[in-house]
T-cell receptor, first 113, second 118 residues
Framework: GDSVTQMEGPVTLSEEAFLTINCTYTATGYPSLFWYVQYPGEGLQLLLKATKADDKGSNKGFEATYRKETTSFHLEKGSVQVSDSAVYFCALSDRGGAQKLVFGQGTRLTINP | DAGVTQSPTHLIKTRGQQVTLRCSPKSGHDTVSWYQQALGQGPQFIFQYYEEEERQRGNFPDRFSGHQFPNYSSELNVNALLLGDSALYLC?????????????????FGQGTRLTVV
């Protein structure tokens, strides 16, 4: 079945550092790809998405590019802030199905001032 | 505009009991999905409801059942609770584009119900 693999965490960075969180996927179809963020004590918020190869999703300074050839969707940000501390989830959905989301295990990010 | 609302926020139950969790979708949404998120893990898909029917189901036992009402709100029921059912239960809503049964808008999540089984 479909699956998502994220880089193991936790990740700790200093403020203004460059961030990369790796995500690779396995899917039988042509999925849509997502990054969700979960702040402490809250549900999931959609951060960005991409629906076809070479699409770049972006939001709040975060970016991720849908790479079909490497089955990857790595999350990047050029300069992180303390407020970016959260858990980040990579996910996919089979666009041909009922939009069931398959999530990675999550990466906890901590930004120190 | 209220987003996805879930109730209760926290719940403590005893092993063997039954529990019902509730979800009201975002205004304008007609599809509700339920996910289980164990501590330190990513959410796992339980099932999805559309037009008051279960459309798709994940790898969860029959102890997990659900219902969708005409106003699109939904309930998740879990019978014969096990310690391993302790988790954050998330509800997500979306909109099925009319005429295209396989196309949905993005999912919006509620804050979840934290279930603890003791």
């Amino acid at each position: 079945g479909d699956s998502v693999t994220q880089m193991e965490g936790p990740v700790t960075l200093s403020e203004e550092a460059f961030l990369t969180i790796n995500c690779t996927y396995t899917a039988t179809g042509y999925p849509s790809l997502f990054w969700y963020v979960q702040y402490p004590g809250e549900g999931l918020q959609l951060l960005l998405k991409a629906t076809k190869a070479d699409d770049k999703g972006s939001n709040k300074g975060f970016e991720a590019t849908y790479r079909k050839e490497t089955t990857s969707f790595h999350l990047e940000k050029g300069s992180v802030q303390v407020s970016d501390s959260a858990v980040y989830f990579c996910a996919l959905s089979d666009r041909g199905g009922a939009q069931k989301l398959v999530f990675g295990q999550g990466t906890r990010l901590t930004i120190n001032p | 505009d209220a987003g996805v609302t879930q109730s209760p926020t926290h719940l403590i139950k005893t092993r063997g009991q039954q529990v019902t969790l509730r979800c009201s979708p975002k205004s304008g949404h007609d599809t509700v999905s339920w996910y289980q998120q164990a501590l330190g893990q990513g959410p796992q898909f339980i099932f999805q409801y559309y037009e008051e029917e279960e459309r798709q189901r994940g790898n969860f036992p029959d102890r997990f059942s659900g219902h969708q009402f005409p106003n699109y709100s939904s309930e998740l029921n879990v019978n014969a609770l096990l310690l391993g059912d302790s988790a954050l239960y998330l509800c997500a809503s979306s909109f099925n584009v009319p005429g295209i049964k396989t196309f949905f808008t993005e999912a919006f999540f509620g804050q979840g119900t934290r279930l603890t089984v003791v």
